[in-house]
């Protein structure tokens, strides 16, 4: 059974960085094959996709808001995919969740404010 953990979320000012970061067990298939997206959601709002790591290729792929800002990277060894989140601003306030082949995480919350 796949389970996602997030960790890495907190208080960041803006401008700030944080490191989001999601650990993987369960992989039936090496955790290489698989795609890999962070998502996030703020309060009142839709649930968006932020960054997108392909399996095999690792080719990426960002949402508007956040491209230029935020790397989305994976560590395959220790089945572990990261989002480095730099120049924060306060509409990335939001629960950022780790996902892929339909199994989602518990989310990690990411606040951004002076």
């Known amino acids: 059974q796949v389970q996602l953990v997030e960790s890495g979320g907190g208080l960041a000012q803006p401008g700030g960085s944080l490191r989001l970061s999601c650990a993987t067990s369960?992989?039936?298939?090496?955790?290489?094959?698989?795609?890999m997206k962070w998502f996030r959601q703020a309060p009142g709002k839709e649930r968006e996709l932020v960054a997108t790591?392909?399996?095999?290729?690792?080719?990426?792929n960002y949402s508007d808001p956040v491209k230029g800002r935020f790397t989305i990277s994976r560590d395959n060894p220790r089945k572990t995919l990261y989002l480095e989140m730099n120049s924060l601003k306060p509409e990335d306030t939001a629960v950022y969740y780790c996902?892929?082949?339909?199994?989602w995480g518990q989310g990690t919350q990411v606040t951004v404010s002076s």
């Open positions: 790591i392909t399996g095999i290729s690792d080719n990426t």
């Open positions: 369960g992989f039936t298939v090496s955790f290489t094959h698989y795609t």
């Open positions: 996902y892929t082949a339909g199994i």
